[in-house]
Nanobody
């Protein structure tokens, strides 16, 4: 089993920044993909950004140029640096851990609220 604990959410003014972190623990495989998804009321959960253990990133078009996903493999931690925040970024952000080799796992954190005021 893998446990994911998010932190760093909060309230920020439009144009401001927040940094989310997610620490994974448990039965972790070294080859994995970690990332962030978000969900707001009335909307489907959507991908924000992912990063593989080799450093390959993927971003939603809506956050490209503003958000940066990174990771510390030694700490099994993924980060999301969010700059130039917009009110439409307001959502619950969920950390995700996935594997495709040896085991096929898919785990989610409990979510952290990000609120951007205009």
């Amino acid at each position: 089993q893998v446990q994911l604990v998010e932190s760093g959410g909060g309230l920020v003014q439009a144009g401001g920044s927040l940094r989310l972190s997610c620490a994974a623990s448990g039965s972790i495989l070294s080859i994995n993909t970690m990332g962030w998804y978000r969900q707001v009321p009335g909307n489907q959960r959507e991908l924000v950004a992912t990063i593989t253990s080799s450093g390959i990133t993927n971003y939603a078009d809506s956050v490209k140029g503003r958000f940066t996903v990174s990771r510390d493999n030694a700490k099994n931690t993924v980060y999301l640096q969010m700059n130039s925040l917009k009110p439409e970024d307001t959502a619950v952000y969920y950390c995700n851990y996935r594997t495709f080799y040896v085991r096929r796992d898919n785990y989610w954190g409990q979510g952290t609220q990000v609120t951007v005021s205009s």
